[in-house]
T-cell receptor
C-alpha cells in the first residue's frame, strides 16, 4: 500500500521568496515520485518526477525536488516565487508497475506581490 | 497536436441517474486512466486501461465501470448516482503503463454535479 502526506493545505509566499512544499510518502516497494501542478479549471501538469538515479530532480518552471529515502520525503522547492506560480500542487507516488498514482491532498500556493 | 480531450466539460444529474463520460487520448497513446477529484482533495485512481484491457482498478464500487475502444478512446460509466459522486473526473493518457514510459498527460476534466 502507498500513501502521500502533504504538510500544509495552504502556503502563502511573497513574490521572489523561496517556495517550499513538503511531501512525505509511504511505500512498500521502491517508489516513483511525482509533483503535479493544477491551475484553476484545468487538469494536472507534470512538474517533475523521480524514477531512479540522481536524487535531485529538476523540473519545469524552475522547480526542483530531492528524494530522501531515509526521510521518506520528496519536498518541492523553487528559489524565487513568481506570481504565475499561484496554483495547487500535488505530490504523488506509484510503484514500479505504475498502474496507478496515489496523490496527496494538495497544497494551494498563494503568491503575494 | 491535440491534448487529452474530455466530454462533456460540465454536467448536472440527479440521484439515481446514470452518466457516461468520454475521453480521447493523445494520438499514439494506448493507455488511459481515470481519476476522481472531489473538491478540496487530491485525485483518486479509478481505472487504468491499456490496449483495451483493464490493467488496474481503484477502490470504487461496482457502480463505476469503464471500457476502452479500438481507437484507444475510453468511457467511464457511473450508475445509480449518489450525491457523493459529485466531483471532477480526470482522464489521463500515456504511451503505455508505467512511470518509465513517458509522461502522464491529463485532460481538463468533466465536472459532475449530482443533485
Amino acid at each position: 500500500a502507498q500513501s502521500v502526506t502533504q504538510l500544509g493545505s495552504h502556503v502563502s509566499v511573497s513574490e521572489g521568496a523561496l517556495v517550499l512544499l513538503r511531501c512525505n510518502y509511504s511505500s512498500s516497494v521502491p517508489p516513483y515520485l511525482f509533483w503535479y501542478v493544477q491551475y484553476p479549471n484545468q487538469g494536472l501538469q507534470l512538474l517533475l518526477k523521480y524514477t531512479t538515479g540522481a536524487t535531485l530532480v529538476k523540473g519545469i518552471n524552475g522547480f526542483e525536488a530531492e528524494f530522501k529515502k531515509s526521510e521518506t520525503s520528496f519536498h518541492l522547492t523553487k528559489p524565487s516565487a513568481h506570481m504565475s506560480d499561484a496554483a495547487e500542487y500535488f505530490c504523488a507516488v506509484s510503484g514500479a508497475a505504475g498502474n496507478k498514482l496515489t496523490f496527496g491532498g494538495g497544497t494551494r500556493v498563494l503568491v503575494k506581490p | 497536436d491535440a491534448g487529452v480531450t474530455q466530454s462533456p466539460t460540465h454536467l448536472i444529474k440527479t440521484r439515481g441517474q446514470h452518466v457516461t463520460l468520454r475521453c480521447s487520448p493523445i494520438s499514439g497513446h494506448k493507455s488511459v486512466s481515470w481519476y476522481q477529484q472531489v473538491l478540496g482533495q487530491g485525485p483518486q485512481f479509478i481505472f487504468q486501461y491499456y490496449e483495451k484491457e483493464e490493467r488496474g482498478r481503484g477502490n470504487f464500487p461496482d457502480r463505476f465501470s469503464a471500457r476502452q475502444f479500438p481507437n484507444y478512446s475510453s468511457e467511464l460509466n457511473v450508475n445509480a448516482l449518489l450525491l457523493g459522486d459529485s466531483a471532477l473526473y480526470l482522464c489521463a493518457s500515456s504511451l503505455a503503463p508505467g512511470p518509465n514510459t513517458g509522461e502522464l498527460f491529463f485532460g481538463e476534466g468533466s465536472r459532475l454535479t449530482v443533485l
